[in-house]
């Protein structure tokens, strides 16, 4: 008898709390109607706890109202950012819930909403680019993305601003999805020059454009093709995949971005820097040689050439490339700077031997030797410094570099003249 009661207060209890959200979901109407948006927050919250035993319909009239007092705060400037994204989340729940029970009340009016959200989602991720918020930006453009999957270049531009944010899990779950989804960006667009505003106008297929120019309102038809960004997603997935030290991952998706982007040099030269980090320097050099046969005068190439190889230890391969970069062009600044950077490597093992040395005979002979390397390694470097410094006459790194040479070397008059010179 007593399990009876119990389960007899249980059902009271379901049935007070459903009488109760329906009564506040309700007084929230009333009040969003009368205009009275603060007392909102709080009779929702109330029907947020049992909102588990509601029916679809209170379900989507909640969110249906969520959605509005976000939205109201949006149009009174009030976190404006924050209530937009979680406007747009309350009127996608609406949605599904009403599409799942088969009755759609509110469907009609939060599409409308929608619209509205999704353009100054993407007003407010463009003024985000432009300080360069490209996290927050790209929150925006996901959600935007989520509001309307169909139009897919907003994930493609999500992924760009996370890769700008740095966020390189984000853009390559980005990437991953833009891929699983055949997404191309390639399209066309009609366009032709209105006679009353001399602007070019597109027109979403040939015949609309087709029809304005035959009733002679435009003229000048013509196309504009946007071409396939498929190779460019591809080979940002495989820079990220090298990024993240995932390199037979990587490599395959190099093959892939490499067959549809023959031409890409920069995606050659990450393979090769694959070839190099896993010691497999036959490839390297097959491929190397294939690269610079397309564009052996190319000195941007040669440079990237030289920093794979000293990034690879292999200072003789750097040294000859970055020479070969100042051959084809003689103001290649950082060529210069990373050449004398990879000669001056060479002295650190000096120091570390002369230091070891002790006072003997031979000792003192091989401690001459290393003091002799390491003067014409000084030698070596002030050629392509003072080079440096006639390009840029103001950089002071360079001269800082230049005047401890000199002082290395005891040539005390340039390094007093330089000193005054850049005034240090």
């Known amino acids: 008898m007593k ?11 379901v049935s007070v709390a459903t009488f109760a959200q329906k009564d506040q979901l309700k007084a929230a109407e009333k009040a969003i109607k009368k205009g009275n948006m603060t007392e909102v927050p709080a009779l929702l919250s109330q029907v947020e706890s049992v909102l588990g035993n509601a029916s679809d319909a ?12 976000y939205m109201d705060a949006v149009e009174k400037n009030v976190d404006t950012d924050k209530n937009l994204l979680l406007a747009a989340k309350a009127a ?19 599409t409308k909403v929608i619209s509205k959200v999704k353009d100054k989602l993407l007003n407010s991720a463009i003024a985000d680019s432009k300080t360069e918020k490209y996290a927050e930006g790209a929150e925006k453009l996901t959600e935007v993305y989520h509001l309307d999957k169909k139009d897919t270049l907003n994930l493609y531009y999500a992924s760009s601003f996370r890769l700008n944010a740095k966020d390189f899990d984000g853009a390559l779950a980005d990437l991953q999805e833009l891929r699983k989804i055949r ?19 597109g027109f979403p297929t040939k015949e609309d454009r087709d029809r304005m120019v035959k009733l002679k309102t435009h003229t000048n038809p013509r196309v504009e093709v946007v071409a396939s960004k498929e190779g460019e997603i ?4 495989a820079l990220i995949l090298v990024q993240q030290k995932k390199i ?16 890409d040099t920069s995606l050659a030269m990450t393979e090769a820097n694959l070839y190099l980090e896993t010691k497999d320097f036959d490839s390297y050099k097959k491929l190397v040689t294939e690269i610079l046969a397309k564009k052996p005068n190319d ?19 750097a040294e000859m490339y970055y020479k070969k970069a100042i051959e084809v062009d003689p103001n290649y600044m950082n060529a210069y700077i990373n050449l004398v ?18 006072t003997s005979d031979k000792d003192n002979k091989r401690y001459e030797v290393l003091k002799a390397e390491k003067k014409k390694l000084y030698q070596s470097v002030i050629p392509y410094l003072t080079k440096s410094l006639e390009i840029e006459k103001d950089n002071k790194d360079v001269a800082n570099t230049l005047i401890s040479v000199y002082g290395a070397l005891e040539m005390s008059a340039e390094k007093k003249a330089l000193k005054e010179k850049m005034g240090l």
């Open 341 to 358: 950077g990879v000669k001056l490597e060479a002295e650190t093992p000096i120091n570390a031997e002369m230091n070891k040395l002790g």
């Open 92 to 110: 996608k729940e609406v949605i599904a819930i009403e599409k799942a029970s088969g009755k759609q009340q509110y469907t009609a009016e939060v």
């Open 299 to 317: 000195a941007d190439l040669l440079f990237n050439l030289g920093v794979v190889s000293a990034t690879a230890k292999n200072k003789a391969d």
């Open 3 to 13: 399990a009876k009661n119990v389960l007899l207060t249980s059902a009271l209890l």
């Open 183 to 201: 997404f191309t960006g390639k399209s066309k667009t009609y366009v032709a020059t209105s006679l009353v505003s001399n602007k070019e106008e």
């Open 234 to 237: 591809v080979k940002n997935i």
């Open 58 to 69: 209170e379900k989507a009239q909640y969110y249906y109202l969520r959605e509005t007092v």
């Open 248 to 263: 037979e991952e990587a490599k395959k998706v190099i093959v892939e971005a490499r067959t549809l982007n023959p031409e």
